[in-house]
């Protein structure tokens, strides 16, 4: 037997009665981080902070990504509807403008687009249709 073969014998013959080693999770604090989180963290971040921030009746946080010329599980082209009180006598564009300041850190690294629909309680309840966003027109146009 040659020295290699030998001592890749010695090495299984060592293994052999050991357990497997164990593999760890991420270290995310005190709680573990469900599949939805690992496999969608820019969504859930948009939904965390979006929640966290404006109590929402309803919300809806949507990954258009798949719809653009991106990889596969891409996570840069949303969608977010957002009903909210705090949204009451708020102009448009200031509704707007506190939704992509709530979102500022996923707006400077990770999301490419953000179409928003930011309405009151008593708007969504007269009219909850959200117009459907255009095709992807193949990035730079080229």
């Not at 840069?76 to 957002?82: A, N």
Request: hydrophobic content about 35%.
């Amino acid at each position: 037997m040659n020295t290699v073969l030998r001592s890749a014998a010695r090495r299984a013959a060592t293994r052999v009665g050991r357990p497997k080693r164990r593999t760890y999770a991420p270290y995310t604090g005190n709680r573990k981080l469900n599949t939805t989180e690992m496999e969608h963290p820019v969504e859930t971040s948009i939904r965390k902070k979006l929640i966290e921030n404006f109590q929402p009746v309803h919300l809806d946080v949507i990954n258009e990504s798949f719809m653009h010329s991106v990889p596969k599980g891409s996570e840069s082209h949303f969608k977010v509807i957002v009903v909210s009180n705090k949204f009451d006598k708020v102009p448009l564009i200031k509704r707007h403008r506190l939704v992509n300041d709530v979102l500022k850190e996923e707006l400077q690294s990770s999301i490419h687009a953000l179409s928003i629909f930011a309405k009151t309680p008593a708007q969504w309840s007269t009219s909850q249709t959200v117009s459907k966003s255009p095709p992807c027109q193949g990035g730079a146009g080229l």
